[in-house]
């Protein structure tokens, strides 16, 4: 089955401190992953994704196939961080882009 | 505020009524998308549509309706058969391409009055 697992529900770091948002995944096939992140009052919008290998906001995650892991990573926390993010799995190759998502993590960062 | 547009913002639905939700987009996309968020739950996907007049259930369709009878709009009902309506409803289209990605509404709040 294909599914998304996102460990922490709450994640609380100081201003500066470096993030990793855990995200692990079952799939068959070759996966196709994301990020997405919700801020304060606006909507829901894509972060990242693993095929574009790159760095958006200061944060990286690359997939780890032998682990099965798309961990999300910051070094630096900033206080406008503090959102909601979802890891999520691109279905299958017929369903367009029907994500399965996790259950979220919410990033608090304080000063 | 364009894009994708779901209305209204709060809607209220008194047992056994059939509710309808929103969703219409201006971008173009060929595929829309319907998930429930609840607290502590993530987004599930209820249905999703890659063409006008066709659909396919996702992993919570039971009391769940659709229809894609145009490109730009993909209404939800929600029926007097889904026990548990109170959440949270997503819509989002997207392209079909590789490397494209979700555009999200800003959301439907469902209660049970």
């Known amino acids: 089955a294909q599914r998304v697992t996102q460990p922490e529900k709450l994640l609380s770091v100081f201003k500066g401190a470096p993030v990793e948002l855990k995200c692990n995944y079952s799939y068959s096939g070759s996966p196709e992953l994301f990020w997405y992140v919700q801020y304060s009052r606006q909507r829901l919008q894509l972060l990242l994704r693993h095929i574009s290998r790159e760095s958006i906001k200061g944060f990286t995650a690359d997939l780890n196939k032998g682990e099965t892991s798309f961990h999300l990573k910051k070094p630096f926390a900033q206080e406008e961080d503090s959102a909601m993010y979802y890891c999520?799995?691109?279905?299958?190759?017929?369903?367009?882009?029907?994500?399965?998502f996790g259950k979220g993590t919410s990033l608090l960062v304080t000063p | 505020d364009g894009g994708i547009t779901q209305s209204p913002k709060y809607l209220f639905r008194k047992e056994g009524q059939n509710v309808t939700l929103s969703c219409e987009q201006n971008l173009n996309h060929d595929a829309m998308y319907w998930y429930r968020q609840d607290p502590g739950q993530g987004l599930r996907l209820i249905y999703y549509s890659q063409i006008v007049n066709d659909f396919q259930k996702g992993d919570i369709a039971e009391g769940y309706s659709v229809s894609r009878e145009k490109k730009e709009s993909f209404p939800l009902t929600v029926t007097s058969a889904q026990k548990n309506p109170t959440a949270f409803y997503l819509c989002a289209s997207s392209l079909l391409e590789p490397g494209e990605k979700l555009f999200f509404g800003s959301g439907t709040q469902l209660s049970v009055l």
């Open positions: 999520a799995l691109k279905r299958d190759s017929n369903s367009g882009y029907a994500l399965n």
